[in-house]
């Protein structure tokens, strides 16, 4: 009799102790399944790899927010509305180093990545459609790995002065190219096709204009692949756009700064675009 209760208390422990072992391995199964929630890539057959949300709902970059701060405002919501979640992404092609989080002006957060801040598009009724790339050329769908990005916004020189995509005086956005990070790039009217007339052999003067070292990523849709190539700069790699060596502008120092249209006049030193003509031979 004492050995058969025996038996049955150890058959209860047991009992008890495979159901604590069953409750925490479904409890760390939802861990796993919840920690899901974060933002995702996905891999489109038209746009290869694209930012989503957890449920695959395709997000985009608005061209206009040149610095990080969201200019999507109003009856604009309606068509692009924000993106926000804070849980943490566990996708490995996610730099988890680039999220970001901005308040907006109506005390809302919005998520960023690479400071670029996160919408959706209403025109987008499920998972994985990509309807909303290059609406307006100022609309582009968000992914980790752009080479190149567009911004569209106001061109202020190095004194202050505002300037047109001509570089005239005047108030309006242009549309430009920037690096991933939204910093912009500059052509120098000196150069020529795929030659840099500009840097010095011991890079004495790159601090001032830096020559753009990054050689691959993703394009942007109004950027033609075959305009992009890789020159040697005594033994530097350096992109070209159309054929024009591409540089940064030393003195911008914050997102959306494009001084360098100014300096040393205007002109000397152009921003990129797709209006921008093929570098001469010569």
């Known amino acids: 009799m004492i050995r058969y209760k025996k ?11 495979l159901t604590m072992f069953s ?9 796993i399944q919840n920690s899901n929630t974060g933002i995702k890539t996905l891999e489109n057959a038209t746009f290869g790899t694209i930012l989503t949300d957890a449920d695959g709902k395709t997000l985009y970059f608005f061209s206009n927010d040149t610095k990080g701060i969201s200019t999507c405002t109003g009856n604009c919501l309606a068509t692009w509305p924000i993106y926000h979640n804070n849980k943490t992404s566990n996708d490995s092609k996610i730099d988890k180093s ?7 002006n109506d005390g809302s957060k919005q ?3 690479k400071g670029w801040p996160l919408y959706y ?8 459609q990509v309807r909303g790339d290059a609406v307006g050329k100022i609309w582009y769908v968000a992914k980790p790995d ?9 061109l202020i020189g190095h004194t202050g002065k505002k300037y047109l995509s001509d570089y005239t005086e005047g108030e309006g956005n242009t549309i430009y190219l920037t690096d991933d990070k939204g ?10 096709f795929k030659t840099n007339n500009y840097t010095a052999s011991d890079f004495s003067n790159d601090g001032l204009w830096p020559i753009f070292q990054k050689e691959s990523g993703s394009l942007p849709s109004m950027v033609v692949v075959t305009d992009i190539a890789v020159i040697s700069v005594f033994g530097k790699k350096q992109l070209t756009y159309k054929g024009w060596p591409v540089y940064y502008f030393g003195q911008d120092q914050v997102r959306g700064d494009n001084k360098g249209i100014s300096y040393p006049q205007p002109g000397v030193w152009p921003i ?6 093929i570098a001469p031979a010569q």
Do not use: P, W
């Open 7 to 17: 038996n049955v208390k150890i058959a209860f422990l047991a009992v008890a102790f």
């Open 23 to 31: 409750s925490c391995s479904k409890n760390d199964g939802d861990e």
């Open 98 to 104: 680039q999220l970001g989080e901005i308040t907006r």
């Open 111 to 113: 998520t960023t990545y």
């Open 121 to 128: 598009f209403s025109g987008d009724n499920q998972s994985g």
């Open 146 to 154: 752009y080479l190149l990005m567009v911004a569209n916004g106001q």
């Open 183 to 192: 910093r912009t790039l500059y052509s120098f009217q000196h150069d020529r």
């Open 272 to 277: 990129l675009n797709e209006t921008t003509a």
